[in-house]
């Protein structure tokens, strides 16, 4: 699948993630945070992005850390964001080209 090419600028090129952790019911009294306290739970979405043509989808949930890369992957394939393997990556990936 040949994709077009397209100048974009410094500062416009990448693809940005953005994960956000929930921090509600954590202090006692509503309405207030404990600094630096979050739960291990939250939504990953990604960020407008117009030379990519990128308009964010709903956010993806997640319920763990554990549970980011899954959501970080769901987020790309939601929003029709596709992924290239680095050199390192291709160490453990096998892409088979048909």
Known sequence: MDVEQREAKYGE?????KVR?????IAKDKGNIKPKHC???G???VKTNNVH????KQPILFRSL????????????????TAHTENCSSKYIYVDEL
């Open 53 to 56: 043509d990128i308009k964010p």
């Open 66 to 81: 554990m549970d980011i890369p899954r959501a970080i992957e769901d987020c790309l394939i939601e929003n029709g964001i």
């Open 13 to 17: 090129k990448m693809i940005e993630i």
């Open 39 to 41: 739960w291990d739970a």
């Open 43 to 45: 939504v990953v979405r």
């Open 21 to 25: 952790f929930w921090t509600d019911q």
